[in-house]
T-cell receptor, first 114, second 113 residues
Framework: DAGITQSPRHKVTETGTPVTLRCHQTENHRYMYWYRQDPGHGLRLIHYSYGVKDTDKGEVSDGYSVSRSKTEDFLLTLESATSSQTSVYFC????FGGGTEGYTFGSGTRLTVV | AQKVTQAQTEISVVEKEDVTLDCVYE???????LFWYKQPPSGELVFLIR??????QNEISGRYSWNFQKSTSSFNFTITASQVVDSAVYFCALTGANSKLTFGKGITLSVRP
């Protein structure tokens, strides 16, 4: 009933392999975001989207790409996973950009790169 | 650019003590929004409060209270009579005209029985 789901919830992958994380929403919200959470760093923005096919970089975008071909799905791809990308990844959505209505976060994806 | 600073990294208190979590922010926007989130050991992010830049009224919700002061660019969070269930990581965050939510690094609060 949260309106936002992330898949998978957990993933272990090998260095050098491609990985795609999916964020799916049922709220028809315009904005979608990908964050990574690391100890001592809080949550840092990787990429965000302000509409279908409209995306922009965040502060830690190197090594990541995103795609949004339809309103409900925002995909985060690690083209060639590295151990430094071991993290917890959160997706968030907002209807108008967050200020007036806030953000809804997914439950997170724990990614381990070995 | 916008920035959120949570200078405290870890705080440990005994149950029933009051505790204040500090948050200082930087932004050039005149319209902006401040947030506090709680992340319990289970890992999900729990929304606590949103405050816009035009509303400097302090807010109280049960044992929680927030003090917003534009003059010092601070949005501090106080828990009165802390409980073990308050043990969590607390994040302060800021959004403005760029629609990006910027987080502080978080404060780990441990409440001991």
């Amino acid at each position: 009933d949260a309106g936002i789901t992330q898949s998978p919830r957990h993933k272990v992958t090998e260095t050098g392999t491609p990985v795609t994380l999916r964020c799916h929403q049922t709220e028809n919200h315009r904005y979608m975001y990908w964050y990574r959470q690391d100890p001592g760093h809080g949550l840092r923005l990787i990429h965000y989207s302000y509409g279908v096919k409209d995306t922009d970089k965040g502060e830690v975008s190197d090594g990541y790409s995103v795609s949004r071909s339809k309103t409900e799905d925002f995909l985060l791809t690690l083209e060639s996973a590295t151990s430094s990308q071991t993290s917890v990844y959160f997706c968030a959505i907002s209807e108008f950009g967050g200020g007036t209505e806030g953000y809804t976060f997914g439950s997170g994806t724990r990614l381990t790169v070995v | 650019a916008q920035k959120v600073t949570q200078a405290q990294t870890e705080i440990s208190v005994v149950e029933k003590e009051d505790v204040t979590l500090d948050c200082v922010y930087e932004t050039r926007d005149t319209t902006y929004y401040l947030f506090w989130y709680k992340q319990p050991p289970s890992g999900e992010l729990v929304f606590l409060i949103r405050r816009n830049s035009f509303d400097e009224q302090n807010e109280i919700s049960g044992r929680y209270s927030w003090n917003f002061q534009k003059s010092t660019s601070s949005f501090n969070f106080t828990i009165t009579a802390s409980q073990v269930v308050d043990s969590a990581v607390y994040f302060c965050a800021l959004t403005g005209a760029n629609s990006k939510l910027t987080f502080g690094k978080g404060i780990t609060l441990s409440v001991r029985p």
